[in-house]
């Protein structure tokens, strides 16, 4: 699968996001006061994330229409989290910024791309639109959230409405991708099945958006040591 009409202007974008997340990560460990190894080790472990899901992507891994084809991005979101949870503690260690977790999200803005595919034809407006706008309003608390605790420590109300909001967004666009998608149990969309996930978007459901709703975990891991150490 090459992927469908994609305009540039979403391809640029994706790609630039996808290309974040592993110096975003470095960049947060070191001005948390991580070590050099520790900083790199998160920037390897997010770059190979990041090579993984394209060699997913542009492979064209699996079969196209089954349920574990279209269920990918659901099934490496509980992976990734799992995993992330599992080793919170150790990743935490003595402490991470809490304002660079939240900033990762400012980059969820980047969903709208998805009601712009929608606009060109591309994309079923039964997830385009939930997803989008779902996507903006977790960047837009994000914002709100941090100019709010400029200056100060971010405090753990407004920790929670960030990843209230996040993960209400990421289950709102994972069950309407899935259930929109060509599968036995789809519900949504019959005459449009959605292609979300081929490339560029793919990348979004497969990638950036469980790198996120994993900064979440961490910050929650956050919030529980830094209560402890109070």
């Known amino acids: 699968m090459n992927g469908y009409d994609y305009s540039l202007i979403t391809e640029a974008i994706v790609l630039f996001t996808w290309a974040v ?3 975003f990560l470095f960049i947060s460990f070191r001005e948390s006061g991580r070590n050099l190894r520790d900083s790199w080790l998160a920037f390897a472990v997010a770059l190979a994330w990041a090579a993984g899901a394209w060699i997913l992507i542009k492979a064209d891994f699996g079969i196209s229409g089954s349920l574990i084809y279209d269920a990918r991005p659901l099934l490496i979101m509980f992976a990734s989290v799992g995993l992330t949870a ?3 503690r150790r990743i935490v ?3 991470l910024n809490q304002k660079w977790l939240v900033g990762l999200q400012l980059f969820r803005a980047i969903g709208m791309v998805f009601v712009l ?10 997830f385009a639109h ?3 706008w779902g996507d903006l309003a977790a960047a837009l ?7 709010r605790a400029r200056g100060r420590e971010m405090q753990p109300g407004e920790v929670y409405a960030v990843v209230g909001v996040g993960v209400v967004d990421a289950i709102s666009a994972f069950f309407f991708g899935f259930f929109s998608s060509a599968t036995p149990v789809q519900l949504f969309s019959h005459n ?9 978007t793919g990348l979004i459901p497969l990638y950036l958006i ?3 709703v994993c900064m979440h975990v961490l910050s929650l891991a956050e919030l529980r040591r830094s209560s402890r150490t109070t």
Do not use: S
Request: hydrophobic share 50%.
């Open 192 to 200: 449009f099945p959605n292609v979300v996930i081929q490339y560029p």
């Open 117 to 126: 595919e929608w606009a060109r034809g591309n994309l079923t407006g039964i």
């Open 141 to 147: 608390t994000a914002l709100a959230v941090l100019i």
């Open 21 to 23: 997340p592993p110096w």
């Open 86 to 88: 599992l080793f919170a």
């Open 130 to 132: 939930p997803a989008g």
């Open 93 to 95: 260690g003595p402490g």
């Open 210 to 212: 469980c790198f996120a």
